[in-house]
């Protein structure tokens, strides 16, 4: 499977979930819902500020919770979840569907491995 298809993949379960009232939308409510366990997987937009990424990569990782490795934008997560502002993160709270979007993004592999190549790459020096 293709990058695009990955992306449309991802994005539809968004949707979905967004339909179906799983999903947590913005920074502060996924680090809350990681923090409370209600968020099963995240999906961060490549295009977050630096400290956005650390932040939910940090409380990801202390509470388990795995970030799907895709590179869609904030301007593409909010248009899969019918939003007119940016987003910056979005968590889904049903564990079917984040199995789903974590299969169709990472396709077997470590998910928060594949984050951190794709977000902090290794001659950044963020990791």
Known sequence: MNEEEIKRKVLSYLGFAKKSGRVLVGQS??????????????VLASDASERTKKQINDKCS???????P??????????ALGSGMT??????TDAGLAS???????????????LKERIF???SGNR
């Open 29 to 42: 409510a996924v680090t809350d819902g990681a923090r409370s366990g209600a968020a099963r997987a995240v």
């Open 62 to 68: 202390s509470h388990g919770v795995k970030i799907a």
């Open 70 to 79: 895709v590179a869609l934008t904030g301007d593409e997560i909010a248009r």
């Open 87 to 92: 987003v910056s993160a979005a968590a889904v």
């Open 100 to 114: 789903a979007i974590l299969k169709a993004a990472c396709g077997g592999d470590q998910p928060n491995d594949q």
């Open 121 to 123: 790459p290794r001659e």
